[in-house]
């Protein structure tokens, strides 16, 4: 035992999940079809263009997990790590739910949704935010990309004052509105109020979204705040704070996990300063500590805005600075790099895809190995428990043995 370090690649799926006909996803494939968009020269920008080059995740059995679980057979090579790839268990492919179930946390339950239609909320939870926050409305009201919605709303909301609420495939509302004409705190003083008012609607999350700009120019800023229910068991977070271990929370995690057993929280703006800090905390983190880092704009930049060629700049991106890491760590540290549910920037609409997701990492402490399929991304929280030696979580099974 010594430290763990968890990444997740938000959104970077590995293929469809066997239950992807539930979801209409049956095809969809973020690494594949990156993969095959660089080799056909549509991932192409004034970053990088060519075929994908992740050399040091190759290394680790990336491409040969993939390959796998499209393939359904092994492929032959030398990999300097464990790999292979998950299923997931809980019944939504949103953030919450991954994040939830590979900490040892499953969600077995049914989410609330809101419907497909125009307007998508019910009357009642508008009026109530309305006369509640004392707002001259809302605009929006709709299913939509959050982008999208503030280039086409976000004037008429800075002249009526009215913010703009969208949801998605996800279980969530989402407000958006301008960080100064409107006010930071006003906006997180509504997420509030709407944490409240949502949560007999069975909403996994309320999240801020403020921007800044003028038309033709908005852009959504960091200081995106999200609200979650918290988890109904115990995560793998809960026991390390019950055995008393350190745990640093490294960009959004703290906010997915309501704060529970999350410990040192580290926020930072965009992929590569998250990775900045995941080195900071590696440098101060005491043998049995987790580092739990969440790498969101291969969702929030380029999954949901489906820009292929930016996902693929940031997975070499990503790829470049992995020896730093692997430099960094601590003989017998265990390091993982996963993601929640996939997000094919190929695929119709902006929603996430319901697909499988690497597990793919190294120690020094382990043999090099194919770990196979996972039925459940709980296998990742049970195996950092089994690494850290504090007692088994009620889900998942480990693949240190």
């Known amino acids: 035992m010594s430290r763990a370090i968890l990444i997740v690649l938000d ?21 594949g079809h990156i993969i095959e968009a660089a080799a056909n020269g549509s991932a192409d920008n004034e970053q990088r263009s060519g075929n994908l080059k992740l050399p040091n995740l190759e290394k680790l ?25 998950a299923q997931e268990r809980s019944k939504g492919k949103d953030t919450p739910s991954g994040h939830w179930e590979m900490a040892g946390v499953p969600v077995l339950f049914d989410w609330g949704y809101f419907p497909k239609t125009e307007p998508c909320f019910p009357t009642s939870l508008t009026n109530a935010l309305i006369e509640k926050c004392d707002l001259p409305g809302v605009l929006g009201n709709c299913h939509a990309s959050g982008t999208e919605i503030i280039e086409r709303l976000g004037t008429e909301h800075i002249n009526t004052g009215k913010p703009i609420l969208y949801t998605s495939a996800d279980s969530v509302l989402q407000i958006a ?30 999240i801020a979204r ?33 055995n008393g271990r350190k745990v640093f929370s490294i960009g959004k995690i703290g906010d997915i996990f309501a704060h529970q057993g999350t410990g040192e929280i580290v ?38 805005r489906r820009d292929v060629a930016g996902y693929a700049q940031a997975l070499e991106e990503f790829d470049a600075r992995l020896p730093e890491i692997q430099a960094q760590m601590q003989e ?16 119709p609409g902006s929603d996430h895809t319901r697909e499988v997701v690497p597990v793919i990492g190294f120690s020094s402490s382990l043999q ?7 039925e ?11 690494h850290l030696n504090i007692p088994p979580l009620a889900h998942g099974v480990s693949f240190l043995e």
């Open 368 to 374: 090099d190995k194919n770990i196979g399929e996972r």
């Open 177 to 206: 509105a301008h960080e100064e004409k409107f006010g930071l705190k006003r906006l997180y003083d509504i997420c509030d109020i709407a944490r409240d008012l949502v949560d007999e609607l069975e909403i996994g999350r309320v």
């Open 11 to 31: 959104s970077f799926g590995l293929g469809a999940a066997r239950d992807a006909d539930q979801f209409g996803d049956i095809g969809a494939d973020t690494f």
């Open 376 to 386: 459940s991304f709980s296998d990742i929280g049970q195996t950092i428990a089994q």
């Open 332 to 347: 017998n540290d265990l390091l993982i790099m996963t993601a929640d549910h996939g997000c094919d920037p190929t695929w």
């Open 61 to 85: 059995g990336l491409f040969a997990a993939h390959h796998q679980n499209i393939n359904k057979t092994s492929k032959d090579g030398l990999y300097g790590g464990f790999y292979g790839f």
């Open 210 to 242: 403020p921007f800044l700009g003028s038309e033709g120019s908005y852009t959504r800023t960091p200081n995106r705040k999200d609200l979650a229910v918290p988890p109904p068991e115990p995560t793998l977070l809960d026991y390390l704070s019950k």
């Open 267 to 304: 926020k930072a703006v965009g992929n590569m300063a998250l990775v900045d800090e995941t080195l900071n905390a590696m440098q101060r983190a005491e043998h049995g500590s987790l580092i739990f880092t969440n790498l969101v704009d291969f969702d929030q930049s380029y999954g949901h």
